[in-house]
């Protein structure tokens, strides 16, 4: 079965302007969890959504949001972006939120803030 | 404040021999754990993983160690390979029955051949 599929691969923004990442999680799963990675800090969970609630969220600024479609799909949007922003973005999908042993990830999107 | 400490940045090991990377937490209601390896342009792959009610699990060439008592985990990899050589996190989720998993920074692994 197709994996998560994560869009776009790499992208190139500015200071202050805004912008939406996808996940298209493996099919059937209904839990979708988002981390940045940066070289410093490693992988740090941003925040979970499952069957479109959000159920978790990671010690980000309010600038950071995110949002689940019916279809499991799920948005991640920065706002006002920082160049320190700039890192991989991965998601990972999973059938049940909870006590989960493993979690499938996307390749990521690469975000670059000049 | 970093819950899940990965402290050796790097390791290199020579191919064949034991690669033991190892992972620390703070948090004592951290209930299960788990390895992730990780190669550059792709995203984590799911190794191995440890309730806390054991202090071992073995999948061919990989054991997880986890020592409760001193809040450590370790991850041995045995013999080594070349295709190990990737950054290896650590992560655990705590009790309570919701998924928010805290990795720890990475150690990334050279297997020498």
């Known amino acids: 079965k197709a994996g998560v599929t994560q869009t776009p691969r790499y992208l190139i923004k500015t200071r202050g302007q805004q912008v939406t990442l996808s996940c298209s999680p493996i099919?059937?799963?209904?839990?979708v969890s988002w981390y940045q990675q940066t070289p410093g800090q490693g992988l740090q969970f941003l925040f979970e959504?499952?069957?479109?609630?959000?159920?978790n969220k990671g010690n980000f600024p309010g600038r950071f949001s995110g949002r689940q479609f019916s279809n499991s799909r799920s948005e991640m949007n920065v706002s006002t972006l920082e160049l320190g922003d700039s890192a991989l973005y991965l998601c990972?999908?999973?059938?049940?939120?909870?006590?989960?042993?493993?979690?499938?990830f996307g390749q990521g999107t690469r975000l670059t803030v000049v | 404040d970093q819950q899940v400490k990965q402290n050796s940045p790097s390791l290199s090991v020579q191919e064949g021999r034991i690669s033991i990377l190892n992972c620390d937490y703070t948090?004592?209601?951290?209930?299960?754990f788990l390895w992730y390896k990780k190669y550059p342009a792709e995203g984590p792959t799911f190794l191995i993983s440890i309730s806390s009610i054991k202090d071992k699990n073995e999948d061919g060439r990989f054991t997880v160690f986890l020592n409760k008592s001193a809040k450590h985990l370790s991850l041995h990899i045995v013999p080594s390979q070349p295709g190990d050589s990737a950054v290896y996190f650590c992560a655990a989720i705590p009790s309570g029955g919701y998924q928010k998993v805290t990795f720890g920074t990475g150690t990334k692994l050279q297997v020498i051949p």
């Open positions: 948090n004592s209601m951290f209930d299960y």
């Open positions: 990972a999908s999973s059938f049940l939120t909870g006590l989960n042993t493993e979690a499938f």
């Open positions: 099919s059937g799963h209904r839990s």
């Open positions: 959504y499952f069957s479109e609630t959000q159920r």
